[in-house]
């Protein structure tokens, strides 16, 4: 199975901070990154699919970059509604595997 | 837009199977897409269990393939997910999600807390 390693777990960071979550995958995955936005309570919801497309309604401080096996998920300006759980997941080979989380505490 | 909707029950005995069903709103369970199942034990990450397309053709994750079989009731416009011999390992909240590209899941179930113990 593709093994995908997200870092940091957990962050703290203040409104208005750039802040920037990794994921890397054991094998190369070509552009098969997904990320999810994850509130307590709630079911996960997606903000970006093949590495850098932003979905629909998603806020564009929402970026994804990365090819291969390193990819990133930044928020140019953190809101107080980004605190939440983020995952990156690949789509490249099943089981469509998913990164460990990181919890961002505002 | 595609609606989805866990059911089934929320306590289930170790050794025993875990039913659930997913409702599916706003589309056909026969259209060309994936219909996937995915849990969250209290407090840590999202696990894939597996998936059906609308041919009924699966796959499941091998952690778990010897005990999921999932379905699709056409008539019904459901899928449902059964996982036997369960211990409290299998504590989660499951939920149903569809997607039209594979492995990209834009419409999820509000999600359903299955507790196995006696």
């Known amino acids: 199975d593709l093994q995908m390693t997200q870092s940091p777990s957990s962050l703290s960071a203040s409104v208005g901070d750039r802040v920037t979550i990794t994921c890397r995958a054991s094998?190369?995955?070509?552009?098969?990154l997904n990320w999810y936005q994850q509130k307590a309570g709630k079911a996960p919801n997606l903000l970006i699919s093949?590495?850098?497309s932003l979905q629909s309604g998603v806020p564009s401080r929402f970026s994804g970059r990365g090819s291969g096996t390193d990819f990133t998920l930044t928020i140019s300006s953190l809101q107080p509604e980004d605190f939440a759980s983020y995952y990156c997941?690949?789509?490249?080979?099943?089981?469509?595997?998913f990164g460990g989380g990181t919890k961002v505490q505002i | 837009q595609v609606q989805l909707q866990e059911s089934g029950p929320g306590l289930v005995k170790p050794s025993g199977t875990l039913s659930l069903t997913c409702a599916v709103s706003?589309?056909?369970?026969?259209?060309?897409?994936?219909w996937s199942w995915v849990r969250q034990p209290p407090k840590k990450g999202l696990e894939w269990i597996g998936e059906?397309?609308?041919?009924?053709?699966?796959n499941y994750n091998p952690s778990l393939k010897s005990r999921v079989t999932i379905s699709v009731d056409k008539s019904k416009n459901q899928f449902s997910l059964k996982l036997s011999s369960v211990t409290a390992a299998d504590t989660a909240v499951y939920y149903c999600?569809?997607?039209?590209?594979?492995?990209?899941?834009?419409?999820w179930g509000q999600g359903i807390l299955v507790s196995v113990s006696s």
């Open positions: 999600a569809e997607t039209s590209v594979a492995g990209v899941y834009y419409h």
């Open positions: 706003g589309g056909s369970i026969s259209s060309s897409n994936w």
């Open positions: 059906i397309y609308h041919s009924g053709s699966t």
């Open positions: 094998h190369s995955i070509s552009s098969y």
């Open positions: 093949a590495a850098s």
């Open positions: 997941q690949q789509s490249y080979s099943v089981p469509f595997t």
